[in-house]
Each structure stands twice: as C-alpha cells, then as structure tokens.
C-alpha cells in the first residue's frame, strides 16, 4: 500500500491548466521530494491532496482510502505557503487551538514535545506576530508534527530557516520516516538540502509529472563528469571543446567534461597538446543539476 | 513489517465539542468581542441619558425660522420596543432605528471578521486539512454567532435598565407584564440564528475579504432589519417567541447547508 497514490489528477483555473492528468506514487516510509519550477502545479496539488481546493478530476488516495475520509486526514500535518496561526495569539495558544481540532487528548504535554522538536519551547510564550521569519517557520512545522501525523505535506519548509534549523528539520524528518509506515511530501526549491534527506522524487513541470523517481534511481541518473584545472583555462577550454561534445566551465572555475571519457585520456591529450593540468577530479552531477538539465529538455 | 495502517474515526459528538472548543476559546479571548459587548452597553445608557438631557431644548432653523423642539424619552423599554400605543425611543426617528435591534446589526462585524480570520491568517488550511466535515464549521460559527448576539441583546437591555434609571425614565410597562418582556427577549434571541446564518454565509462566500462580508452582510441585514422590531414587539407573547425559534432553525439549517456547499465547492486557501 502506498501513503499517497493520485491518478490523472487535473485541476484548472479558468483558461489556466495548473495540474493536467498527473499521477504521483508516495510508498509508505519516503521523503518524497516534490520538485517543479515556480507555477508548475506543486503547490496546487498538495492543496488537492490536503482537501483545500476541490479536484477538476481524477483520484487521490491516502494510505488506500479516499482523501475525503476523516480518519485519514486527522492524521495528516500540513505546511503550505505559510504557518496557519492568528497572530494576536501565542505559539503556545495557536499549538492549543490545532491540538484541539486534532482531538489531541493531553494536549499540553503534545505540544510541549512538539515545540520541544523544533527547539521552540523558550519562545511558546511569544505572540505569533513578533516572532521571526524562521521562528514562524518552526511554528509552522511543529503545528504540522502535533499528533504524530502519519503523511506529511510542506510546501518551502526550509524557507526561511537557518542552518541549525535547516539540521534540525532533516533530523526531524528522518525520523518521523523511520518506522518505514510515515510519509513525508516535501516541496523545496532548496535542492542540496531535499538531496540530503529525500528518498523519492517527483519532478512536475506543467502540471504534468515528468519523472518520478527513487534515490537510488536518481544518483544512477545522474552522469558522472571530469572537473579539472590548468594554468591555461581558456586554451584548455578550446582544446577540450574541440575533442569532446560537452565542454562547461562550473561556477567554482573548474572546467567540466561530460562526455564518456577518463581523466588519463584528457591529461594525456592536453599534455600532447602543450597544456599542463593542474587538478583533475572525477564527479556525479547532484539534484540540482540534474533537474536543470532536465528543464532544459536534455539529460 | 505490515504494510498497513488503522486510523480511528471520531465520533460526530466529539468532533462538534472539539471545534466548539476551538471556536469559543477564541471567541472569548477577543478584543472585538469585548469591544462590541461593552458597545452594547454603553450605547444605550449614552443615547438614554444624552436624548433625556436634550427633552424639550428648542432648535431653530437658521434659513426657514421653522422651531424644532427635541423630544426625549418617556419610558425605560422604549428602547427595547414599542409601548402599545406608544413610539419607539422618542419622537427623533434616527432613535427610532437605534434601539436594542442594533445588536442585530452588530453581530454581523463580529461574525464577518471571526470568519474572515480563519482564512486571513491561514488557519483554515490547517483546519480544513484534517476536518473534512465542512458543515461542524458551518455550526460551530453559528453557535458563536448566536452566543455573542444574545450576549450583546441582554447586555444592551442591561444597558437600556441601567441608562433608564439614570436618566429617571418611568419603567411603567402601560398594561403589558414581566411575562411579555421576557417573551420579546426570549424572541429576539431566537431570532438571531436568522441573522447570523445570514451573515455566516456571506462570509464564508467572500472568505477572507473581511470589507467584502462586512459590507455584504450589513446591507442583507438591512433588508430584514426592519421586520424585527414587527416580530418581536414589546408585547410579545410565546408565539412571537415560537415563530423565532422556527425561523431561526429554517435559517441556521438551510444557510447552513448552503455554507457547506460553499466550503465544498470552492477553494479554501
């Protein structure tokens, strides 16, 4: 049984297509990273999955049941857009109000474990509105962890959050997933950070899902490349470009080479061709890459 | 390891208690609802004791030389309803429209914003997250409705007692009893479920454009406003109080279920 299994799901608004037939597989105990650029149905989904917009078509079933049942969804923590709290309240008094709608029978205790999580427990006494960006964004996390949910849906988590924070939420998360029967739907533009903890992924692009994949899946997807360093970048960079299809020069001044190839073969041809090379290293292209690459249309 | 998972349904019972809960724990913590509260019982003691002091002072019209002499109030329940025989709250027709029906109209700035909170501060993603059930919050917002308009009716009779017996009004009921004022009370606190579910489903249509619900339900207030004072008179008796009570229950039922349709079919967030 998986925890999240949605079929030619579509939602439109007006003339706007945001989510067209997408069919999107959670199994029981992911982090299933949700990945798309800004306006491609992410968000529009979770709401789906979440009951707060009404489907256009299609089905969604959590843990096999409809999403409409109940018994389902007060088991279910949600983070989208922004921490739900009204605030004149105190984080304390807006956990109460969400403790309370979850039936949360020793509710104080509940929330004090859950503020306890984040390491918020020193600001429960301090009104939501004073509280800072990444103060709300823990508030927000912890409201979504009140009553052990089993499936998880945040929308931009980590926004907002600091290092610590950052280190803490992964902590969290693993954690919640490690009995293997809880799910997490994580969505994140912070791909370095989804790529630490993530075990599946879902990338959507048009409201369409492109790709769905595991981790394993995705670090076999991802081609390996040479990185190197010369005195000579830029005749190194013309050489390189006339030999191999692929020819980049990254953000950290290395140039890369993507085509099937070993680091002896390179030395050796810029050395025949009077360039000395400096450093050479062989690596894996990470998330963030491989999602821009598949953006772009090219693998 | 078994690949299932056993989630437990709550009852409907507990469900309702537990977003009443939620509902009245914000109510009461509030500064609007104190706000209209303490409204409700000042405006009368103001407006009893201001129209006693201004009784018999002459006003002349600058351009037409016509003299305007300000009538005050006779008797204490003219502000709650209409002696037989008698006028509302004196001769001044603006007092005629402020009196204890006022609350009627004061509701519907608490209901309005307690609704359009919800969705402003984006609590009802959390809320609508794991409560499926769209009418309990129909009913929970009702009830709250309902609670703080009655609160605002016996307080503003509170307020009318106290503002007549400052004032020194007479309290003389001219043939009516206790038994008919506590009937026009008991009716017009049945009838605010009409009102409230009036103004409980205009918001819930307009969500969190708090101007829109307010405006929305201030003019759809308007439009009955004027039949409350027809149905709940001062000479009030348990029919008056059983007609309120059924057209409070067709309102609260029927708006109620068009509520939940709202909230069904349109997008929560």
């Known amino acids: 049984m998986n925890a999240v299994e949605i079929k030619n799901l579509s939602k439109s608004f007006g003339p706007k297509q945001a989510v067209c037939g997408l069919d999107m597989t959670v199994p029981m105990g992911a982090i299933y990273g949700f990945i798309g650029e800004n306006g491609s149905g992410k968000s529009t989904t979770e ?22 049942d109940e018994s389902v969804r007060t088991k279910m923590g949600v983070l989208i857009e922004a921490p739900g709290c009204f605030p004149g309240l105190t984080v304390f008094d807006n956990m109460m109000i969400q403790a309370a709608n979850l039936n949360i029978e020793n509710s104080v205790k509940e929330v004090t474990r859950v503020l306890k999580t984040v390491r918020m427990e020193g600001a429960a006494g301090n009104k939501y509105k004073n509280c800072s960006l990444g103060m709300k964004q823990r508030v927000g996390i912890a409201m979504a962890l009140l009553g052990d949910p089993t499936l998880l849906v945040l929308d931009e988590p980590l926004n907002g959050l600091d290092a610590d924070g950052m280190r803490i939420m992964r902590e969290v998360f693993l954690n919640i997933v490690k009995d293997g029967k809880r799910s997490i739907i994580v969505s994140s533009h912070l ?78 041809y810029l050395y025949e061709n009077g360039v000395c090379v400096t450093e050479i290293k062989t690596d894996k292209i990470g998330l963030e890459e491989y999602y821009i690459d598949l953006m772009k249309g090219g693998k | ?58 006003s002349v019209n600058q351009q037409t030389g016509e003299i305007t002499i300000m009538e005050g109030p006779e008797n204490a329940w003219q502000n709650i309803g209409t002696l037989p025989g008698g006028e509302a709250m004196g ?72 503002g007549g017996a400052i004032s020194g009004l007479s309290f003389d009921l001219h043939g009516l009893n206790a038994w008919n ?27 969190q454009k708090a101007w829109l619900s307010i405006c929305g339900s201030l003019g759809g207030g308007m439009l009955l406003f004027m039949t409350v004072s027809l149905i709940t008179p001062l000479d009030s008796t348990p029919v008056n109080a059983i007609l309120c009570l059924a057209g409070g229950l067709l309102f609260a039922i029927g708006l109620g279920f068009f509520s939940r349709a709202v909230l069904r079919k349109t997008a929560l967030v």
């Open chain 1, 47 to 68: 709401k789906m999955i979440c009951g707060l917009i009404p489907t256009g078509g299609g089905s969604i079933k959590l843990y096999g049941k409809d999403y409409t």
């Open chain 1, 191 to 268: 791909l370095g950070e989804l790529q630490k903890v993530a075990t599946h992924y879902g990338i959507i692009r048009h409201g369409k899902m492109i790709v769905e994949m595991t981790a394993d899946e995705l670090d076999a997807s991802c081609r390996t490349y040479m990185a190197l360093q010369s005195a000579e970048m830029n005749r190194t960079k013309m050489l390189l470009g006339c030999r191999y299809s692929r020819v980049e020069e990254d953000e950290a001044g290395y140039i890369r080479v993507y085509d099937l190839t070993t680091p002896e073969e390179i030395v050796t």
């Open chain 2, 1 to 58: 390891m078994e690949n299932t998972m056993k989630f437990e349904k709550v009852s409907f019972c507990k469900r309702v208690k537990s977003m009443l809960k939620v509902d009245l724990r914000r109510m009461f913590k509030s500064k609007l609802f104190y706000i209209l509260i303490a409204c409700a019982l000042v405006m009368p003691i103001l407006m009893t004791v201001m129209m006693s002091m201004m009784d018999g002072q002459e």
């Open chain 2, 91 to 162: 001769g001044n027709e603006v007092f005629m429209m402020c009196n204890i029906n006022m609350a009627f109209m004061g509701v519907a700035v608490f209901v309005c914003l307690f609704v359009s909170d919800d969705f402003r501060s984006g609590y009802s993603k959390n809320l609508f997250t794991v409560r499926t059930k769209r009418g309990e919050y129909v009913l929970s917002k009702i009830v709250c409705g309902f609670i703080t308009g009655a609160l605002m009716l016996i307080v503003y009779f509170v307020g009318s007692m106290l």
């Open chain 2, 181 to 207: 004022i506590v009937m026009c009370m008991l009716s017009k606190i049945l009838l605010m479920p009409v009102f409230v579910s009036i103004f409980t489903l205009i918001s819930i249509a307009a969500k």
